[in-house]
């Protein structure tokens, strides 16, 4: 397939994620898309470990079916459909929610299909996780969660996108390969704006999902949000 032709369809099948992907570079199973993003401060490259990148030579149409699965996810958390998003959601697996980058089976919650469409109207106030540093246990009600340690930022807009690649990480350990060993994910992120806190004030969110070669379709399975911690 000529460029242009990959062009349009990767315009086709983001459409919803128009204004994200603005300059796509050729991947593989691993590297960045990336629209512009501002680079790094020296204090933000001393405190984070950001990748370049992985040059690849196969054809970028190979991760559209992922990109296509992570678009409509944010689509659904953008718009606060939890129906949408929990058809998006393995029926089997559920999804699980982590509110640092360490996946933690032990603290972390995971939801059927059928759990997340109930929690986001019964009320519960579940416990999440607890806060870096404190301890505190995080208490929230699922929408309450979704907008501090999910969509914390408006992500269809991140300028720099990760597939199967961990861009930035802190002091947290960052286990997500080894936590989900089969599976694929994205992670968008946002550097860091702030020039007072020395571009610490950076957040991603990774989207992980089944790899259809082991489950037949992309299915939500691991929601996981990141940001600087002490």
Not at 194 to 202: F, I, K, V
């Amino acid at each position: 397939m000529k460029r242009s032709a990959l062009l349009c369809v990767l315009a086709l099948l983001l459409g919803t994620l128009a204004g994200l992907l603005l300059n796509v570079s050729r991947l593989g199973g691993q590297g960045l898309l990336a629209s512009g993003a501002p680079a790094a401060t020296p204090a933000a490259n001393a405190a984070l470990q950001i990748s370049p990148g992985m040059a690849a030579d196969s054809d970028a149409e190979s991760n559209l079916p992922l990109l296509d699965a992570a678009s409509q996810v944010l689509t659904a958390l953008k718009e606060g459909n939890i129906q949408s998003l929990a058809a998006l959601i393995d029926p089997e697996r559920g999804v699980t929610f982590t509110p640092y980058s360490t996946v933690d089976p032990h603290s972390d919650l995971t939801f059927t299909p059928d759990q997340l469409s109930q929690a986001t109207v019964n009320g519960t106030r579940y416990v999440w996780g607890y806060t870096q540093g404190k301890g505190d246990a995080i208490t929230m009600t699922l929408p309450e969660y979704l907008g501090a340690y999910v969509f914390d930022a408006d992500y269809t807009q991140a300028p720099i996108i990760g597939v199967d690649h961990v861009i930035a990480s802190g002091n947290s350990l960052e286990n997500v390969e080894d936590a989900y060993p089969e599976d694929r994910f994205v992670e968008f992120y946002f550097p860091g704006q702030d020039p007072a806190s020395g571009g610490l004030d950076w957040s991603a969110l990774k989207l992980v999902f089944s790899d259809p070669e082991h489950a037949g379709d992309h299915r939500l399975v691991g929601v996981i949000h990141s940001e600087w911690t002490i």
